[in-house]
C-alpha cells in the first residue's frame, strides 16, 4: 500500500466498475483512453458546462477550486504538529482556538466549519472516525484516504478501535484509554500525536517529515527512525 | 473499490436506522488501497463547494447529505463517494431550480455524442433520479 | 454559524445526559448507535444551525447548543473488547440530549 500521493491526475478514470489501480500511473496526460467514459464522468461534464454557461460558476473557479484543494496535503498537518513539538506556547494556543493559530501560520480553513485538535497523551490515544459521512480536516490535510470514506472503516472503529487500529499496525496497552471522536456536527478533528522519544534537537523540518497523515488520524503513530536524521545536507544548494 | 455486502440488513423506515448511518455495523476488513481522485471527481468536490459559498449559497452541505442519505441501502452501498455526489449535486440542482431535468439529460447527450466523435466510447447508463 | 456566548444552553460540562430515542424522519446528524444512551457533557461547542432545517433550505434557527458528549464504550456496546477506561465521544445537539437526575 503506498502513502496518498498529492499530485495532479488529468487523466480520467473510470469508477463505476471495479478495476484494479495498482497499475502504475502514466505523467499527466489529456483525452488519455482508459477505457469508456463513465455515466457519472459525463453527468459532472454536462453539470458544469451547464453552470459555466449560466453564469453560475466560471471555469476559472473551478480551476481555481480544485488547485486550492490538491495544495492542502498532511505535510501542511506535518508542519502544524512539527511546529506544536517544538513551541509549547503554539501547542497551548493550537489546542484552544485550531482556526485561529492556523490563520497565523496563514493557513485558511475556509468557512464550512470548525477545526478541534486533539492531543495524544501517554494516558489517551484519540482516532477520528465519521460514521454518517466521512468529515474530515480537508482544508488542512487534503483529501481523505479512500478508506477512511469506506463502510468498513466508518461502522468498526467506533464499536472496535483496538481492533481497526490494530489491522493498522497499531496496539496500544489497555492502560492507555482509546477515545474515539465521531465527527457528527460541524467540527473536524485532528490528532496531535506525541512526539516519539530520540528525536531531541531535531529541526521542525525534520520533525515534520516523520508525521504522517494517518497518525493525524489517529490510525498510527510518528516513529523515529534509527538511524539518526543527518545534520547537513550532502546535495548542492 | 466495491463496498463489501452488509452483513446484516437494518430496519428500513421512519424509526429505523438509516442507509447512511453505519457506525456498529459489520462490513469486514478494511481495504487499505489508495487511489488518486480523478479530476471529474476534483471538480465535483469543487462545484460543492463553490455552490454553497457566500457569493451563490445555491445548496448546502446540509441539503447535499440528506440527498445522499435518500438513496436506499442497495445503491447506497454500489456507488462510489463521489458517484454518490455528483448525483446529488444534480438532484438538489433541480430541486432548487438551478437547472432544469431536461437541460441537464439533454446536455448530457451532446457530452456523449462529443466523446464518441472523439473516437471515446461514453456509457449511456441512466443515473436514477 | 452562530457562535454562542459561553455556559448558555440548558447543559454544564460534567451533567449526565441521555441521548433521545424519538423516531426521525429526515436528515438527521445523531447516530444511530448513541440513541437511548447515557453520557456525560464534556464541553460546549457553542451554537449552530440546526442542520435537520439547514438540510432543507431552511434557516435552521434558533441556532441550537452543540455539545461534546463523552460515552464508556462499555456502555455503548454488549461485550466491548477493551478495558472500562476507553471512551467514544460525538458532537451532539442539545435538542437530541435529555437530562438525568
Not at chain 2, 2 to 29: C, I, Q, T, W, Y
Not at chain 2, 55 to 72: M, N, P, Q, T
Not at chain 3, 10 to 36: E, M, N
Request: hydrophobic content about 35%; charged content about 30%.
Amino acid at each position: 500500500m503506498h502513502d496518498h500521493d498529492p499530485h495532479d491526475h488529468d487523466h480520467n478514470h473510470d469508477h463505476d466498475d471495479d478495476h484494479d489501480h495498482d497499475h502504475a500511473h502514466a505523467p499527466p496526460q489529456k483525452d488519455h483512453d482508459a477505457g469508456p467514459v463513465g455515466a457519472y464522468e459525463v453527468l459532472e461534464e454536462a453539470v458544469r458546462s451547464l453552470l459555466i454557461e449560466k453564469g453560475v460558476l466560471t471555469a476559472q473557479e473551478i480551476a481555481n477550486q480544485v488547485d486550492l484543494m490538491d495544495s492542502r496535503s498532511p505535510a501542511l498537518g506535518a508542519k502544524v504538529v512539527a511546529r506544536a513539538w517544538v513551541d509549547p506556547a503554539f501547542k497551548k494556543r493550537l489546542l484552544k482556538d485550531t482556526r485561529a493559530e492556523l490563520a497565523e501560520l496563514d493557513i485558511d480553513i475556509g468557512t464550512l466549519a470548525e477545526f478541534r485538535t486533539v492531543e495524544n497523551t501517554p494516558k489517551v490515544h484519540n482516532v477520528i472516525v465519521c460514521t454518517l459521512c466521512s468529515c474530515y480536516p480537508k482544508m488542512l490535510l487534503g483529501v481523505p484516504p479512500a478508506w477512511y470514506k469506506a463502510l468498513a472503516y466508518r461502522s468498526r472503529t467506533v464499536a472496535d478501535p483496538r481492533g481497526v487500529l490494530a489491522e493498522f499496525g497499531v496496539e496500544l496497552p489497555k492502560g492507555v484509554e482509546v477515545r474515539v471522536h465521531d465527527s457528527t456536527a460541524d467540527l473536524r478533528y485532528i490528532v496531535l500525536p506525541m512526539r516519539p522519544k530520540g528525536t531531541q534537537g531535531w529541526s521542525e523540518k525534520e520533525l515534520a517529515k516523520i508525521v504522517t497523515r494517518d497518525s493525524m488520524i489517529g490510525t498510527a503513530v510518528p516513529a523515529a527512525p534509527k538511524k539518526p536524521v543527518p545534520r547537513k545536507s550532502n546535495k548542492a544548494a | 473499490m466495491s463496498e463489501p455486502h452488509r452483513k446484516n440488513m437494518p430496519r428500513k423506515g421512519a424509526g429505523g436506522r438509516a442507509s447512511h448511518d453505519v457506525g456498529g455495523l459489520e462490513f469486514g476488513p478494511i481495504d487499505r488501497h489508495e487511489h488518486d481522485l480523478a479530476l471529474w471527481e476534483k471538480r465535483t468536490d469543487a462545484m460543492l463547494i463553490l455552490l454553497r459559498d457566500n457569493k451563490r449559497r445555491a445548496l448546502s452541505v446540509d441539503a447535499h447529505r440528506r440527498v445522499i442519505e435518500s438513496y436506499g441501502e442497495q445503491e447506497y452501498d454500489r456507488t462510489t463517494y463521489y458517484q454518490k455526489w455528483i448525483r446529488a449535486v444534480r438532484n438538489l440542482l433541480v430541486e432548487q431550480e438551478v437547472l432544469s431535468r431536461e437541460e441537464i439529460e439533454a446536455r448530457m447527450a451532446q457530452v456523449r455524442a462529443r466523446h464518441e466523435k472523439a473516437g471515446r466510447k461514453a456509457a449511456k447508463e441512466t443515473i436514477a433520479w | 454559524m452562530v457562535k454562542a456566548r459561553p455556559h448558555a444552553g440548558r447543559f454544564a460540562p460534567g451533567d449526565r445526559v441521555r441521548v433521545s430515542s424519538r423516531p426521525v424522519v429526515g436528515h438527521c446528524r445523531t447516530p444511530w448507535y448513541l440513541r437511548g444512551k447515557t453520557g456525560v457533557v464534556a464541553e460546549i461547542h457553542g451554537t449552530f444551525r440546526n442542520p435537520e432545517q439547514l438540510a432543507y433550505h431552511k434557516p435552521g434557527l434558533p441556532a441550537q447548543v452543540l455539545y461534546k458528549v463523552q460515552f464508556r464504550q462499555d456502555d455503548l456496546w454488549g461485550g466491548y473488547a477493551g478495558p472500562a477506561s476507553d471512551h467514544l465521544e460525538a458532537d451532539i445537539y442539545e435538542h437530541w440530549l435529555e437530562p438525568l437526575k
